[in-house]
């Protein structure tokens, strides 16, 4: 994997010889006759600088094909596109709250219905399954409680039924865990994390395990439009290079946060899969290769959340997650304030509950600047 996220896709420029793909930045292409060209008609359609990063992240996820869009958002509307009108989703229990709200607020008038599901207890989902029903959504581990799902297992029950499994692999992307090698059909990324890793870029990232959806997706990007731009290709192309040496290193600080974080009487819960208590800590070491940087903890009602975020230094309050500087997030009022209160509370995505994406900086750095904020 090392090797293949830099090497793999397409590897450097064939007509130059230049090491890294170029930003092939054209909106259209010379056509030496009628019909006659070198493969690009319209930079919609396709483009070489796009091209090698659909190739690079399709290797990467073990698929068939890859597609890249112009943000994580952009990417699962594409997917939810190859639904129709009377059509039914099964999405987990606390999904990104942009997921939630695009079904609830945009899908939802085209007819595509949801529902939502705790994808950890699969009797129920077996049960929420009907003829309507024509996908299960997953993220694993979800966000911001961190709810393991049993890829392999929901991936047989949808095809025993004749559904896809769509999964989310944001929070693991592939170097962690392979969705469409554990049986999913379609994986896909809000690429703006982990994989830009740098917080410089919003991309999203669709990867599918046949031709049929390949031809499916290629024919809603292109019908929409709502691809990644030359520069933004090329930039999380150089990011992904560095994936496996910045997880291993994200890791690495999140269990020892993770660990510090449990032991402070401030902290009355701690969400992480990577520790042994986790509900869904078996699962996640059998399906995936780590348990990420991302975690999340509820303060004691005894002290003030609001005082504890202003009070970090270091670890700066933001949205979003992945890059190599640690944040800080406060669920209930940023990712997931698309979700209604009630169901907010019933999910546990109290206000008390704050999430970490932590970073590469110096742990004990990062521990001192938490120390100093309780
Ligand atoms: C798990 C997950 N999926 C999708 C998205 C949406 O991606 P984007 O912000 O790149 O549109 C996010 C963004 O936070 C996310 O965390």
């Given at each position: 994997?090392?090797?293949?996220?830099?090497?793999?896709?397409?590897?450097?420029?064939?007509?130059?010889?230049?090491?890294?793909?170029?930003?092939?930045?054209?909106?259209?292409?010379?056509?030496?006759?009628?019909?006659?060209?070198?493969?690009?008609?319209?930079?919609?359609?396709?483009?070489p600088?796009?091209?090698?990063?659909?190739?690079?992240?399709?290797?990467?996820?073990?698929?068939?094909?890859?597609?890249?869009?112009?943000?994580?958002?952009?990417?699962?509307?594409?997917?939810?596109?190859?639904?129709?009108?009377?059509?039914?989703?099964?999405?987990?229990?606390?999904?990104?709250g942009?997921?939630?709200?695009?079904?609830?607020?945009?899908?939802?008038?085209?007819?595509?219905?949801?529902?939502?599901v705790?994808?950890?207890?699969?009797?129920?989902?077996?049960?929420?399954?009907?003829?309507?029903?024509?996908?299960?959504?997953?993220?694993?581990?979800?966000?911001?409680?961190?709810?393991?799902?049993?890829?392999?297992?929901?991936?047989?029950?949808?095809?025993?039924?004749?559904?896809?499994?769509?999964?989310?692999?944001?929070?693991?992307?592939?170097?962690?865990?392979?969705?469409?090698?554990?049986?999913?059909?379609?994986?896909?990324?809000?690429?703006?994390?982990y994989?830009?890793?740098?917080?410089?870029?919003?991309a999203?990232?669709?990867?599918?395990?046949?031709?049929?959806?390949?031809?499916?997706?290629?024919?809603?990007?292109?019908?929409?439009?709502?691809?990644?731009?030359?520069?933004?290709?090329?930039?999380?192309?150089?990011?992904?290079?560095?994936?496996?040496?910045?997880?291993?290193?994200?890791?690495?600080?999140?269990?020892?946060?993770?660990?510090?974080?449990?032991?402070?009487?401030?902290?009355?819960?701690?969400?992480y899969?990577?520790?042994?208590?986790?509900?869904?800590?078996?699962?996640?070491?059998?399906?995936?290769?780590?348990?990420?940087?991302?975690?999340?903890?509820?303060?004691?009602?005894?002290?003030?959340?609001?005082?504890?975020?202003?009070?970090?230094?270091?670890?700066?309050?933001?949205?979003?997650?992945?890059?190599?500087?640690?944040?800080?997030c406060?669920?209930?009022?940023?990712?997931?304030?698309?979700?209604?209160?009630?169901?907010?509370?019933?999910?546990?995505?109290?206000?008390?509950?704050?999430?970490?994406?932590?970073?590469?900086?110096?742990?004990?750095?990062?521990?001192?600047?938490?120390?100093?904020?309780?």
């Amino acid at each position: 994997f090392e090797s293949l996220v830099i090497h793999g896709g397409i590897d450097g420029d064939k007509s130059t010889g230049a090491v890294n793909v170029p930003i092939y930045q054209t909106s259209t292409y010379k056509q030496e006759a009628l019909g006659v060209n070198k493969g690009y008609e319209y930079s919609r359609t396709g483009n070489p600088t796009r091209e090698a990063l659909e190739k690079l992240i399709s290797d990467l996820e073990k698929g068939y094909a890859g597609f890249a869009f112009a943000s994580g958002m952009a990417a699962i509307t594409a997917v939810i596109m190859l639904f129709k009108s009377g059509d039914k989703i099964l999405i987990s229990n606390n999904v990104y709250g942009g997921t939630f709200r695009v079904l609830d607020k945009i899908f939802n008038n085209f007819n595509i219905k949801y529902e939502m599901v705790d994808m950890t207890d699969i009797k129920k989902l077996k049960e929420s399954i009907s003829e309507e029903v024509k996908a299960i959504f997953i993220e694993s581990p979800t966000n911001p409680l961190m709810d393991v799902t049993d890829i392999k297992t929901v991936s047989e029950l949808a095809k025993e039924n004749g559904i896809l499994t769509v999964v989310d692999n944001t929070f693991m992307t592939p170097y962690l865990q392979k969705p469409i090698v554990l049986g999913a059909d379609i994986v896909l990324h809000s690429a703006t994390k982990y994989l830009g890793g740098h917080s410089d870029l919003v991309a999203g990232l669709v990867v599918v395990n046949n031709k049929e959806l390949a031809e499916k997706v290629h024919f809603i990007q292109n019908s929409t439009g709502g691809i990644l731009q030359p520069f933004d290709s090329f930039l999380l192309i150089r990011g992904i290079k560095t994936l496996p040496v910045r997880m291993d290193r994200h890791i690495q600080n999140a269990k020892k946060i993770a660990g510090f974080l449990r032991n402070r009487e401030e902290v009355d819960r701690v969400y992480y899969p990577g520790l042994e208590d986790h509900p869904g800590h078996d699962i996640q070491i059998n399906q995936a290769n780590g348990a990420g940087a991302v975690l999340s903890f509820v303060i004691n009602k005894k002290y003030d959340y609001k005082k504890f975020l202003e009070n970090l230094k270091l670890i700066t309050l933001g949205e979003s997650l992945g890059g190599v500087e640690s944040l800080a997030c406060h669920p209930a009022s940023m990712t997931h304030a698309a979700l209604p209160y009630e169901l907010r509370q019933k999910l546990g995505i109290v206000d008390n509950l704050i999430r970490l994406s932590i970073g590469i900086e110096n742990v004990d750095d990062l521990i001192d600047d938490l120390k100093n904020a309780f």
